[in-house]
């Protein structure tokens, strides 16, 4: 019996027919694919309709900008832009810091090399987010000495504070990020082992 004409093609030759605007091709390609990667949506938001959005509106933007978008590893892609809008839906649930084990989770998932620029984007990003909620004063001093490498003298006198202020400000602040950095290494050491 011969196969049906479209399970001929590779994953990223049906694409090349989807840019072409070949309906039959991209049904193929969504029917292949979606539940591969509805498995990996749900595994990691828990919630089957939100699964299943998010793997229709993924289908949905390949089709809309078919003429635009360029794939040359489709499959990888997919995979990918699964777990970048994995991680959208938490931040639209407006994930706050102290659920940083949640979305780090959904980060460690990352094994392909390709990944890991975004996820260190990401890290910097929940730090910069973090640096930014401390008070004023203490965000002032972790600053001045982390990223302008300032003295405690310096420090002090340009903030017009004592020295044993700056000391204590500096020890309770690289105290709160290396908790939480621990914990982040922590929960990745456990997904990954």
């Not at 049906?4 to 994953?11: A, G, I, R, V």
């Not at 840019?19 to 390609?29: I, M, N, P, V, Y």
């Not at 959208?88 to 980060?107: D, I, M």
């Not at 730090?127 to 490498?149: G, S, T, V």
Request: hydrophobic letters at 40%; glycine letters at 2%; one cysteine or more.
């Amino acid at each position: 019996m011969e196969k049906p004409f479209y399970d001929q093609y590779s994953l990223d030759d049906l694409y090349i027919r989807v840019t072409e605007s070949d309906r039959e091709a991209f049904d193929h390609l969504y029917h292949q694919m979606w539940r591969k990667l509805y498995t990996v949506a749900f595994r990691k938001l828990q919630d089957e309709n939100i699964a299943k959005d998010v793997i229709q509106e993924l289908f949905i933007e390949i089709w809309d900008n078919r003429k635009k978008r360029q794939i040359l590893a489709v499959e990888k892609y997919l995979y990918q832009a699964v777990r970048f809008k994995v991680i959208n839906c938490y931040r639209k649930r407006k994930v706050n810091f102290e659920e940083l084990e949640t979305v780090a989770g959904t980060l460690a998932d990352y094994t392909a090399g390709a990944d890991i620029p975004y996820f260190e984007k990401e890290l910097r990003a929940t730090i910069d987010r973090w640096i930014d909620r401390l008070p004023k004063k203490r965000r002032a001093i972790f600053l001045l000495r982390y990223q302008e490498d300032k003295s405690t003298k310096e420090i002090s006198t340009l903030l017009n504070v004592s020295p044993k202020t700056v000391q204590n400000q500096l020890l309770n602040t690289t105290n709160m990020l290396k908790i939480l950095l621990q914990k982040m290494l922590l929960l990745f050491l456990l997904i990954f082992l």
